[in-house]
């Protein structure tokens, strides 16, 4: 069964502007994942946050991980059109487990 | 980075007949892989765990003498859907992470198959 929820669903914004994206999860983590999907193809990983960190920067990429709301937010700031894609959190509970995904958000960047 | 190489890409295949799709840890040893499908505008919903030299864990509501999994290496699982049907078309993406290490899983290309 799913883990996760995103929210929003869906997100349209104007290039340059940034978006945010929330995910919600339901049982304890061991880390959990942010992964990018264009449209009919494979996964993309983003970035990685421990359960016992609360923030990480990639370039234009910022995580937070809030463990006590059992949440975490993907912020991407500056949008490009080329971030158009659907975006997936994804938890597990040890190294050895399946990630459990969340439904995604589809962002679309108008140029 | 570590790789996880799936193949076929994409697969037509006809009602009745069965099609298999490799998934490969390139450069890393994986006691685990995971199968996933996915439906169009959907997430990926795990389908199974595949443990290398054991029988598949599958998930609640997947047939298992549908989809046959076999992980007889530490390199390789493959997943086979039986008598394909073409409520079966959908995209099937591996997953593999690195033997114990507490880092990203990594997936394959993923495998696009329709059933006509």
């Known amino acids: 069964s799913q883990q996760g929820e995103e929210d929003p669903q869906a997100l349209s914004i104007q290039e340059g502007e940034n978006a945010t994206m929330n995910c919600s999860y339901k049982?304890?983590?061991?880390?959990l994942q942010w992964y990018r999907q264009n449209s009919g193809r494979g996964l993309v990983h983003l970035i990685l946050?421990?359960?016992?960190?609360r923030e990480k920067h990639s370039g234009r990429l910022r995580v937070t991980l809030d463990t006590s709301k059992k949440s975490s937010s993907l912020l991407i700031t500056a949008s490009r059109a080329a971030d158009t894609a659907s975006y997936f959190c994804?938890?597990?509970?040890?190294?050895?487990?399946?990630?459990?995904f969340g439904k995604g958000t589809r962002l679309s960047v108008i140029a | 980075g570590a790789v996880v190489s799936q193949h076929p890409s994409w697969v037509i295949c006809k009602s009745g007949t069965s099609v298999k799709i490799e998934c490969r840890s390139l450069d890393f040893q994986a006691t685990t892989m995971f199968w996933y499908r996915q439906f169009p505008k959907q997430s990926l919903m795990l389908m199974a765990t595949s443990n290398e030299g054991s029988k598949a864990t599958y998930e609640q509501g997947v047939e298992k003498d549908k989809f046959l999994i076999n992980h007889a290496s530490l390199t390789l699982s493959t997943l086979t859907v039986t008598s394909a049907h073409p409520e079966d078309s959908s995209f099937y993406i591996c997953?593999?992470?690195?033997?114990?290490?507490?880092?990203?899983?990594?997936f394959g290309q993923g495998t696009r198959l329709t059933v006509v």
């Open positions: 994804a938890t597990d509970r040890s190294g050895n487990t399946p990630l459990v």
């Open positions: 997953s593999a992470r690195d033997t114990g290490s507490n880092t990203e899983a990594f």
């Open positions: 049982t304890s983590i061991n880390n």
């Open positions: 946050i421990r359960s016992n960190e």
